[in-house]
């Protein structure tokens, strides 16, 4: 496995587009929290600020993985483009969002929708629901894999 920390020149730029490309186009992703000691990983739909900084999601503030958050932050997004298929050996690629996340206040939830239910329109009335935390995932830097084995770190600029 081979790492290359944040690449230079073409080889960012087509690094950042194909981590675009990905963040757009998948529905979703797998969040992973801590609770206690445990991990703990859920499936959600997320949307992605332009700056690739903040990835938004939803959950009822009465689940598990809402629960781990309040009591530990620090979380990872896993989103990748496997399609199950004998083809992914060449093709699949996976990205890992690191950072912490935060529940939106209400002065913040009008980007969050915009950017949210462009990509979701689905889950308007879920958002609507007092009991449904809008949040952020503050992201610090992606882990891409390609290949199984190309391992590129993209950090997130401040």
């Known amino acids: 496995m081979r790492l290359n920390a944040n690449p230079k020149g073409q080889q960012a730029e087509e690094l950042e ?12 992703a797998v969040l992973s929290t801590v609770g206690g000691d445990q991990p703990y990983a859920s ?75 462009k990509k979701h329109s689905h889950f308007a009335d879920f958002i609507s629901s007092p009991n449904t935390a809008k949040i952020c995932l503050l992201v610090d830097r992606y882990y891409v894999v390609s290949r199984f084995q190309n391992v590129f770190e993209f950090k997130v600029k401040p």
């Open 17 to 28: 587009q194909y981590l675009r490309n990905m963040l757009k186009t998948q529905l979703f």
């Open 43 to 117: 499936l959600v739909a997320f949307a992605t600020s332009n700056d690739l900084s903040r990835i938004y999601f939803t959950t009822s503030r009465m689940t598990r993985k809402f629960s781990n958050l309040e009591g530990n932050p620090k979380s990872s997004m896993l989103i990748d483009n496997r399609s199950n298929q004998i083809g992914d050996l060449r093709k699949a690629a996976a990205a890992t969002a690191l950072g912490k996340v935060k529940e939106l206040s209400l002065d913040q939830e009008e980007d969050f929708q915009n950017i949210f239910l």
